[in-house]
Nanobody, 121 residues
Framework: QVQLVESGGDLVQPGGSLRLSCVAS????????VGWYRQAPGKERRFVAT???????YYADAVQGRFLVSRDNAKNTVYLQMDNLQPEDTAAYFC???????????????WGQGTQVTVSS
C-alpha cells in the first residue's frame, strides 16, 4: 500500500549539489521515520540520514555537515539536500519509511526504487 518515489539524482561534478525528493503515497507524518540509504555497486546498502516522528534528525558520519534532511508535510515529501558532493557519494539513493502502528506486531519498513547520484569530473 505504501509507495515511495525518489527523484533528483543526477550526474554532478565534485563540489556540486543535489536535492533528492522522496514522495510518499500517504502522509509522512504517519511514519515513525523517513530516511535515506545509499548503495554503491558491489557494496551493501548503508544508512545516510533520517528524520523521526519526534522531530529528531540523524546523519551518518560520512555525510554530516554536508547533507541535510527536511520535510514538507503538505506535499508528503522528504528531501535530502546534498552539498559538496564527492565521488565517494556516488550511489543509488533509496528512501526508507518506517511505520509502526498500535496494531502492528512489528514495525513495517518500506523502500523506494532508488535514484542514481553520480559524482564525477
Amino acid at each position: 500500500q505504501v509507495q515511495l518515489v525518489e527523484s533528483g539524482g543526477d550526474l554532478v561534478q565534485p563540489g556540486g549539489s543535489l536535492r533528492l525528493s522522496c514522495v510518499a503515497s500517504e502522509s509522512i507524518s504517519s511514519f515513525t521515520s523517513v530516511g535515506w540509504y545509499r548503495q554503491a555497486p558491489g557494496k551493501e546498502r548503508r544508512f545516510v540520514a533520517t528524520t523521526t516522528s519526534d522531530g529528531s534528525f540523524y546523519y551518518a558520519d560520512a555525510v554530516q555537515g554536508r547533507f541535510l534532511v527536511s520535510r514538507d508535510n503538505a506535499k508528503n515529501t522528504v528531501y535530502l539536500q546534498m552539498d559538496n558532493l564527492q565521488p565517494e557519494d556516488t550511489a543509488a539513493y533509496f528512501c526508507n519509511a518506517i511505520l509502526k502502528r498500535l496494531s502492528d506486531s512489528v514495525p513495517q519498513s518500506f523502500w523506494g526504487q532508488g535514484t542514481q547520484v553520480t559524482v564525477s569530473s
